[in-house]
């Protein structure tokens, strides 16, 4: 019979105990299993102990030496027949309905891929008791997934990895290790395995956990906890439980890197953290792959980090965790990123945000090695740009006003051959939402959402109270329309005090401020009409949505045929506007689309044939490409 548990238990001079945990194992009510013993200690009487046992579901393995825990696991695993896998460590015991219960368990949620039960502490020596209650105690607190999730945002691992049943098809996703450096105890496996699955405990004391003097963890305690922060810090669990859902709605396509590329470019960014600059560089490194282009991206990490390395980008570490890398830090970073060229053979640098510019300029000056940079916006300070821009061989702007201050800077004369506008791109798809927004919200299917989408600090915080209270003004007449507010910032909290305060006068709830979301493009797809500027007004016309622009620098008014080119010219109000927010003219241009369906219809459907045409990331990757191919030609021919 094909069986259907494997149970793997690493044995090393546990001769004390191992009879008693064998004969736990062999005791199951469920039988269909194979426990395979790997005998790392040639010197102990552990393998005549076990051979004392006539179990035909005993395998062992004998190591001549000790290679320790992880290595001794792999080799069990490598000879695993089973669809689930345990570890079962030899001082412990398991219930006689362990394997059991937990098979059932999982049998009956496919969802969940590994599944842990409650403990037992016990121990030989008093001294250790105290400790036995309090593991039990916090051990068998955090029983479901999001208890289990919790604990494990706040750096604690509520799971003793032995007590685990996990499907094999899981753990054939990982790459696991044959080998551990330092403290080996399987932490590492726990955490990749928490980034692709739920676990969750079921309801019973299965396991038997033994606390003595020379347990390893004991020894080794003072190693312990650095061990632990060690792995939440090289693992990125936090980042990873906190954005999974964000990752798996953005990652659309997965790309592969292209060896042979003659062009070979290292993206730098200072972090990866959501936001506009970050999820064009995302969209435009997939767009030059998808070309043949050969791209990595250095960056000091940040929650997007993960969604970079599942679409196939590579990411190498460059520490960059402050906006200006201090000169005494600056030639170690010089040293770090002139390796990461040299190692991929890198014929071009191109630099987002402030760090990643001086790294550029300095490779240049140093090497000679020739960088791009892209000014996203008008919040870069003067001494940035006059420092990394002027030795830079190509420079891009995001729109026309920040083209127009570039040159403003420098004179003209000194860029004009360097500054080309490109704008932001983004991966344009018939998007499909799987979300209930409105449900959630309790918004009745026949009322107009409104959503207005922004960071929530600077002049932003403002437009989103013109916004708010122009809406207020539409609401004591119209009961069918509701306002979404998206975005969270130092500002929440006074849009949230206004927001209850319009509500209470109004008496029904229909202003719904719910902070910063990352499925922003369900939102907008649930929405009826979209208020924003810059990146939120290109993905919602991505959407075939109409959109009102409202930015940092003032009113622009709907998004239509008739002034395309205004809203381009001040990036939807994000960097220029033709008028300042007006309560009164924002409150106008929403009752217009409020009171016209067929025109909403017709803009939004002009919308997305406009995002087609002008925001396309693989028109933005193409443009881009023709600067890089331009810059080392040239650079090539000098040399």
Known sequence: MQPLVSIIMPVHNGEKYIKDSVNSIISQTYNNFELIIIDTSSDSKSYDLINEIADDRIKIIKIDSNK???????????????????????????SPNRIKRQVEFL???????????????????????????????????????ESIRNAVLNEFIPIIFPTLLIRKQILEKIQIKEYSKGFDDQIDLLLELLKITKVAKVKGILYTYRRYKNAYHLVNEKAYQGH?????????????????????????????????????ILMLIDALNIGGTETH??????????????????????????????????????????????????QSKIKLVKDIIDENNINLLHCHLFASMRIG?????K?????????????????????????????????????????????????????????????????????????????????????????????????AENFIFAFFKLAIKYNNIHAVVIGDGEGKFIVERESRMLNKTLGREVIHVIGAKFNVMDYYLSSDIVIGTGRVAIEAMSCGKPVIAIGNSGYVGIVNLENKNRQWKTYFGDHDSVEKLDILTIARDLKYL??????????????????KEMFNIELIANDTLSIYKQIIDRNESTI
Not at 68 to 86: P, S, V
Not at 361 to 365: A, C, D, P, Q, T
Not at 594 to 611: F, T
């Open 107 to 145: 049998n009956e949620n496919e969802e969940i891929g590994m599944v842990s039960c409650l403990v037992k502490c016990i121990s030989d020596d008093a001294f250790y008791r105290k400790a036995c209650l309090f593991i039990e105690k916090v051990q068998n607190h955090y029983i479901d997934y």
């Open 68 to 94: 320790g825990l992880t290595y001794a696991f792999m080799q069990g695993y490598k000879k695993c027949k089973g669809e689930f896998i345990t570890r079962h460590d030899p001082d412990d015991l398991s």
């Open 367 to 463: 090497y000679k090695i020739p960088y791009v940079t892209t000014i996203h916006g008008l919040f870069y300070p003067n001494d940035v740009i006059y420092k990394n821009c002027l030795n830079a061989n190509g420079i891009i702007t995001v729109s026309q006003p920040v083209k127009t201050l570039m040159n403003k800077k420098f004179g003209g004369y000194r860029t004009k051959e360097k500054v080309t506008i490109i704008p932001n791109g983004i991966t344009i798809t018939d998007y499909k939402s799987d979300e209930n927004i409105r449900e959630d919200l309790k918004i009745s299917k026949n009322d107009i959402v409104l959503v207005y989408c922004s960071r929530l600090a600077w002049d932003k915080t403002l437009a």
């Open 281 to 330: 560089v995302y969209n435009l490194v997939l767009g030059l792959m998808e070309m043949g282009v050969y791209v990595v991206v250095g960056t000091s990490g940040g929650p997007l980090i993960n969604l970079f390395k599942y679409s196939g980008i590579k990411v190498v570490n460059v520490p960059m965790h402050t906006d200006y890398i201090s000169n005494k830090n600056l």
């Open 594 to 611: 409020i009171d016209n369906k067929k025109e909403r219809k017709k803009i939004g459907k002009w919308s997305k044939k406009w995002c």
């Open 228 to 264: 632990i922060k060690e792995h939440f810090i090289k693992s990125d669990i936090k980042n990873f439980l906190v954005y999974k859902e964000f990752y798996k709605k953005n990652i659309k396509r997965v790309s592969t890197l292209n060896y042979d590329s003659p062009i070979k």
């Open 361 to 365: 300029n300095e490779i240049y000056r």
